[in-house]
């Protein structure tokens, strides 16, 4: 079954400390990869894409095909990356996308 | 632009009645989605239209759902017979005509829907 798993619903580093959110998904075929976030208050936006392979407010995940993993990687955590981050899923096909069940990054001064 | 507009913004319904939502997307974007969201969850996809065309419908859905998208621009949803289980964030997003890649999603504020 196609499914995005992420596997922590609460992330809390401190400011300065690198951080990892982890996803893993399920799909036989081309996968294309999204993290979505949304700060507080705010409606969900796309943070990056996998085949942009670009860095966002410091930022960046890689596509590993082998371990069908795409954690979201930050060398050191702001206090204004507190948000819910969610992993996201789109088919070969271009059709739907799918979502994972969301990470809360909590930043600690 | 204001982006994707979603009415209404809450929706307080008695159990067994109908209710219907409205999603107006960004213009020209082809591509419209609705999901569904439950506390401490992700999105749940629901459906998606390509232009009026709708592509493909969640197996998890209900027979009591059904979605519209008369013109390609706005669409609707309705829940006929709620239960208090349909209570949740209706979200509705609209992108770009993919082509070979998925495109960006563009999400509206969502339909907050509580039955009691």
């Known amino acids: 079954a196609q499914r995005v798993t992420q596997p922590e619903k609460l992330l809390s580093v401190f400011k300065g400390a690198p951080v990892e959110l982890k996803c893993n998904y399920s799909y036989s075929g081309s996968p294309e990869l999204f993290w979505y976030v949304q700060y507080s208050r705010q409606r969900l936006q796309l943070l990056l894409r996998h085949i942009s392979r670009e860095s966002i407010k410091g930022f960046t995940a890689d596509l590993n095909k082998g371990e069908t993993s795409f954690h979201l990687k930050k060398p050191f955590a702001q206090e204004e990356d507190s948000a819910m981050y969610y992993c996201a899923l789109g088919f070969s096909s271009a059709s739907k996308i799918i979502f994972g069940s969301g990470t809360r990054l909590s930043i600690r001064p | 632009d204001t982006g994707v507009s979603q009415d209404p913004r809450h929706k307080i319904t008695k159990r067994g009645q109908n209710v219907t939502f409205r999603c107006d997307p960004i213009s020209e974007h082809n591509r419209l989605y609705w999901y569904r969201q439950t506390l401490g969850q992700g999105p749940e996809f629901l459906t998606y239209?390509?232009?009026?065309?709708?592509?493909?419908k969640s197996r998890l859905l209900s027979d009591r759902f059904s979605a519209e998208r008369p013109k390609g621009s706005f669409s609707t949803l309705e829940i006929q017979r709620t239960e208090q289980g349909d209570s949740a964030m209706y979200l509705c997003?609209?992108?770009?005509?993919?082509?070979?890649?998925?495109?960006?999603?563009?999400f509206g504020s969502g339909t907050q829907l509580s039955v009691l």
């Open positions: 239209f390509q232009n009026e065309a709708q592509l493909e």
């Open positions: 997003a609209s992108s770009p005509d993919p082509g070979t890649h998925n495109e960006k999603l563009f």
